[in-house]
């Protein structure tokens, strides 16, 4: 049986690498791809503690697909977002987005 620190390692660097992607990135389909890397780190430790702590209850289960849930509604709302805008401006580049601004 695989230790649970193991997990734990594997979705702490998962988590790391998706934070670096969302600080480092100006495109913003890339932030998105490291916004799920972080769901997906967090998911496996729901997973994880779930098989290590009480495998009889279901509640690890239903909040990892309760997070699986939002990811999905969360990358199809995100992507329509940047399909209009890039058709309004043309650019994905976050930095160039200044929709907002007087």
Not at 4 to 29: C, D, H, M, P
Not at 34 to 50: H, K, R
Request: net charge neutral.
């Amino acid at each position: 049986m695989v230790p649970l620190s193991w997990y734990l390692t594997v979705a702490a660097l998962l988590f790391v690498l998706g934070l670096y992607g969302v600080l480092s990135r100006r495109n913003a389909v890339a932030i998105l791809m490291g916004v799920e890397l972080m769901l997906n780190a967090v998911n496996i430790n729901l997973i994880a503690f779930w098989r290590y702590t009480r495998p009889d209850n279901v509640a690890g289960l239903v909040f990892a697909i309760i997070v699986l849930t939002v990811a999905a509604a969360e990358a199809a709302v995100g992507l329509a977002l940047f399909i209009a805008l890039y058709r309004l401006r043309e650019t994905v580049n976050v930095d160039e987005i200044d929709l907002l601004k007087g």
